[in-house]
Each structure stands twice: as structure tokens, then as C-alpha cells.
């Protein structure tokens, strides 16, 4: 099937849709021995495309790992600032995984990574909403911090719909409670915490639609299993 070159080499792995066509029009791309141009088409089983001289390859099977990010660990392949990635953490998985979706430097839990950018793309399309539970270990009135959270359908002036909210565990300082958001907007448990006057500590992705993170310890990963791949529709 034909597509455009940017999708083609975003779901190889190669770069992002945006780098891509800076490539295209650097005339670093191309295909069947004629440079491409930006908004040209091609077929990766019968074209030969090439990146910098090296033949682009669709791999013949696919990667799907779950992963226990801990905390201190930036969800991107290399880092600029030289901290430490969660790329390092599956360097001997045998293929080169990228993350599906963030999690922020100091929250942890449950991440996906994939060398497949068709499900990339579909898993983190706008239109994908699945919903992602959190526990959440807050510090102010968690009680009336509760209450706040589960009549929540603004934060910052955008529309979210209502989370579920389930306080698990109460102290003198706070507690612990289990946050169930559909959006997934940057840092939002976050933000809604800090809305309802609670402070968040420490924030942990136990759950993204059928994928649970178990007994995963931090840093530990493993393949996806068959039944895991059926629920992600692969």
C-alpha cells in the first residue's frame, strides 16, 4: 500500500513525522535511486527506500514490552541533559523499542514500548481515550480533596471527564488514593491533585486500558503476552 514517506518512516522507527520531512526536503530521503520529495508516496514491500544511503527495512516481527519505569527516568531514547532513559532500562530486549505515550521524570509505573508505529500512531492518536489508573499518595485533607476530584470536569479551562476516585488508604497527613482519568493530559493526576488542594508525592500508573502492571518490580520488563496483544487488537 502506498503512504506518504513521513508515515512511512515514523511507524519504522526512523524519526517523528515532523523530523521526516525536514530529511525529505534535506534530500536525505530516497526511493528506487531518485531522491524524494516532501509529499511523496511510496510502498515499503515493493519500493526501495533509503535513509542516508541505508535501505529502510519493515521488520518482520514486532516488539511489545511492558515496562516498570522508575522514578528519575525520562521517557525518550536519548537525552540532552544526560539523564538516564528508559531506553537504557530495555537495552537487551534485542530490537530498538520506543515509548508509547509519557510519564514524567518523577512519576513511574506501567509504560509500553514498541518498535510498531502503526499501533504507536493508533494508541496515541487524540482519538484513542482509554482510561489510566494512577495510585496516588497525596499529602492535605484527602477527604475533602476526594470530593473535589470526582465532580472534576475542568482543569486549566479544558474539558475532562469526571475520574473515578477511590480513597484507599487515609493518614494524618494525607493518604493514598486511586485515580482513574480518561485523557491522559501532560501531568494531569498532577494538576487535578493540586486543584483539589492535595499534594502529590508520589504518582505510579498501575493500569492503561487491558495492560495491568502486576508484580513488575522498578526497572523490570516483559514481552507482552498473546492474550495482552489480542486485547491491543494486534
Known amino acids: 500500500m502506498r503512504e506518504r514517506l513521513q508515515k ?12 521526516a520531512e525536514t530529511y525529505l526536503t534535506e534530500g536525505r530521503v530516497s526511493v528506487n535511486g531518485s531522491v524524494a520529495k516532501l509529499g511523496d508516496q511510496a510502498d515499503l514491500e515493493t519500493d ?36 538516564k532513559t528508559v531506553a537504557d532500562l530495555v537495552a537487551g530486549c534485542g530490537a530498538r523499542v520506543w515509548p ?10 506501567l509504560l509500553l514500548l514498541t518498535d510498531d508505529g502503526a499501533l504507536t500512531n493508533r494508541l496515541t492518536h487524540p482519538s484513542h481515550n482509554v482510561d489510566k489508573v494512577y ?3 497525596v499529602q492535605g485533607e484527602i477527604r475533602p480533596g476526594a470530593e473535589i476530584l470526582r465532580e472534576m470536569v475542568q482543569l486549566d479551562g479544558e474539558p ?22 480518561h485523557e491522559g ?8 491533585c493540586d486543584a483539589a488542594h492535595l499534594h502529590v508525592t508520589r504518582l505510579k500508573r498501575v ?5 495491568v502492571l502486576g508484580d513488575l518490580r522498578p526497572g523490570q ?14
Not at 512511512?8 to 523530523?19: D, V
Open 221 to 234: 520488563w516483559r514481552p507482552l503476552t498473546s492474550e495482552e496483544l489480542r486485547m491491543l487488537h494486534i
Open 185 to 192: 493530559k501532560n501531568r494531569q493526576v498532577r494538576r487535578m
Open 48 to 83: 526501495e527506500i533509503r535513509v542516508d544511503g541505508v535501505p529502510l527495512e519493515r521488520p518482520s516481527t514486532h516488539t511489545y514490552l511492558l515496562l516498570y519505569k522508575p522514578r528519575g527516568y525520562v521517557c525518550t531514547l536519548s537525552d540532552e541533559k544526560g539523564r
Open 8 to 19: 512511512i518512516l515514523s511507524q519504522a522507527g526512523i524519526c517523528s513525522r515532523r523530523a
Open 160 to 181: 475532562i471527564r469526571k475520574p473515578k476516585i477511590k480513597v484507599i488508604r487515609e493518614t494524618p497527613a494525607g493518604g493514598l488514593l486511586s485515580v482513574s482519568i
Open 135 to 137: 495510585l496516588a499518595w
Open 207 to 211: 493500569q492503561e486500558g487491558p495492560l
Open 100 to 109: 508509547v505515550g509519557r510519564l514524567d521524570l518523577d512519576s513511574e509505573g
